[in-house]
T-cell receptor, first 115, second 115 residues
Framework: AQSVAQPEDQVNVAEGNPLTVKCTYS??????LFWYVQYPNRGLQFLLK??????LVKGSYGFEAEFNKSQTSFHLKKPSALVSDSALYFC?????????????FGQGTELSVKP | NAGVTQTPKFQVLKTGQSMTLQCAQD?????MYWYRQDPGMGLRLIYY???????DKGEVPNGYNVSRLNKREFSLRLESAAPSQTSVYFC??????????????FGPGTRLTVL
């Protein structure tokens, strides 16, 4: 079955420290991978995506993500966290053969950055 | 350019009542989607419309119907609301669905409570 897992419900980081939000997937073939962020009482905002090519993808607000095919992972990273990065983060995958462009979402990881 | 808009923002229904959630996008996107978000479960796809004139079931379609009114608008109807449909509903759109690499853009959500 196709699935996306975010193994940590919550990640706590001190401001200025690096952060990692983990994501692994189980999809046959070569998927397209996405990260979204959701601030309180708002819709989801697109951060970055991996389609093909360089395994390190750079996105909005200084975030980047590393695609690892052998580990089927797509972890979100940022070198220096800000308090304003505190939000709910979702990893999503679209199998390349998927009709209609449907996304499969992970359950979300709550990131808390403390001053 | 408003992006994806949803109405209403909040709604309280009694069990058995019906209602329609409205969604519109002004980005000339072809594909539109309805998701529900429940704590700890990420976003789950209810229905989607790959292009004007087509609709298909997603992961959790039971109890819902949709109408792709035109290219801009995609509505979600609850014919007889149940407490299990208490959730936050998000509409999204993308340029093209299918085997494309395009990200989805989300509306601000509708918070629905069924008593």
């Amino acid at each position: 079955a196709q699935s996306v897992a975010q193994p940590e419900d919550q990640v706590n980081v001190a401001e200025g420290n690096p952060l990692t939000v983990k994501c692994t997937y189980s999809v046959s073939g070569n998927p397209y991978l996405f990260w979204y962020v959701q601030y309180p009482n708002r819709g989801l905002q697109f951060l970055l995506k991996y389609i093909t090519g360089d395994n390190l993808v750079k996105g909005s607000y200084g975030f980047e993500a590393e695609f690892n095919k052998s580990q089927t992972s797509f972890h979100l990273k940022k070198p220096s966290a800000l308090v304003s990065d505190s939000a709910l983060y979702f990893c999503a995958v679209r199998p390349y053969y998927n009709q209609g462009g449907k996304l499969i979402f992970g359950q979300g990881t709550e990131l808390s950055v403390k001053p | 350019n408003a992006g994806v808009t949803q109405t209403p923002k909040f709604q309280v229904l009694k069990t058995g009542q019906s209602m329609t959630l409205q969604c519109a996008q002004d980005m000339n996107h072809n594909s539109m989607y309805w998701y529900r978000q429940d704590p700890g479960m990420g976003l789950r796809l209810i229905y989607y419309s790959a292009s004007e004139g087509t609709t298909d079931k997603g992961e959790v379609p039971n109890g819902y119907n949709v109408s792709r009114l035109n290219k801009r608008e995609f509505s979600l109807r609850l014919e007889s609301a149940a407490p299990s449909q208490t959730s936050v509903y998000f509409c999204a759109s993308s340029i093209m669905g299918g085997q494309t690499k395009n990200e989805q853009f989300f509306g601000p959500g509708t918070r629905l409570t069924v008593l």
